[in-house]
Nanobody, 122 residues
């Protein structure tokens, strides 16, 4: 069992930056690929980024490529999402998730956090 708790969301102006964190419980953090997903009001949840078990491989959604950076610290069992050049369309609840296999599909994730809200004002 893995428990995930996101933090770092908030209100930011367009063009600004935020860093999200996801603290994971348990000593098996390094056995999981980790991902970020988001859900905007009235929309389906969508993939944002994923990182492999020791961080050598990353995949990003086209909409965030070049602006967002996913990283992890296995010693601290924490996942991060650095978000730069934020746009109003980035407004969403951001979720971290863990999976045994690296995947960009939300249906392949095994564990989810409860999310943190990011609001980008224009």
């Amino acid at each position: 069992q893995v428990q995930l708790v996101e933090s770092g969301g908030g209100l930011v102006q367009a063009g600004g930056s935020l860093r999200l964190s996801c603290a994971a419980s348990g000593r098996t953090f390094s056995m999981y690929a980790m991902g970020w997903f988001r859900q905007a009001p009235g929309k389906e949840r969508e993939f944002v980024a994923v990182i492999s078990w020791i961080g050598r491989s990353t995949v990003y959604a086209d909409s965030v490529k070049g602006r967002f950076t996913i990283s992890r610290d296995n010693a601290k069992t924490t996942l991060y999402l650095q978000m730069n050049s934020l746009k109003p369309e980035d407004t969403a609840v951001y979720y971290c998730a863990a999976s045994r296999v690296i995947t960009t599909s939300q249906y392949g994730m095994d564990y989810w956090g409860k999310g943190t809200l990011v609001t980008v004002s224009s």
